[in-house]
């Protein structure tokens, strides 16, 4: 399993089809609203206690073979400790220009 560490508007999007390519399924931020909506509850219940339940994650992400972007990329601590073996895999971008996405991003999301 490989862990993605890095923040939305860090190459998530692209790293998740190239581990695709590598690996096979890659969990994506993306993925509960596009692909898996019944995962929603899974993570509103990990936000709510601020933790991850070993058992249900294992359930949850059963056939994925790596996973990027947030909430994911928020847990890689508790994701870590369920998966010992698992590799850690941190994404970055110079803080200005992550900065100026992340903002332009979230201005489209609200104005939709």
């Known amino acids: 399993l490989v862990i993605g ?55 949850e992400f059963a056939g994925f073979k790596a996973g990027v972007d947030l909430p994911l990329a928020g847990f890689y601590k508790d994701l870590m400790e369920i998966y010992p073996d698992a590799k850690v895999l941190l994404t970055v971008r110079d803080p200005k220009k992550w900065y100026k996405s992340v903002c332009l991003a979230y201005h489209i999301l609200v104005t939709l």
């Open 5 to 59: 560490a890095g923040l939305s508007r860090t190459g998530t999007s692209s790293t998740k089809l190239a581990l695709e390519q590598l690996l096979g399924p890659c969990y994506h931020g993306s993925t509960p609203l596009l692909e898996r909506p019944d995962h929603v509850p899974f993570w509103i219940d990990a936000l709510d206690t601020g933790m991850l339940d070993p058992a249900r994650t294992e359930k």
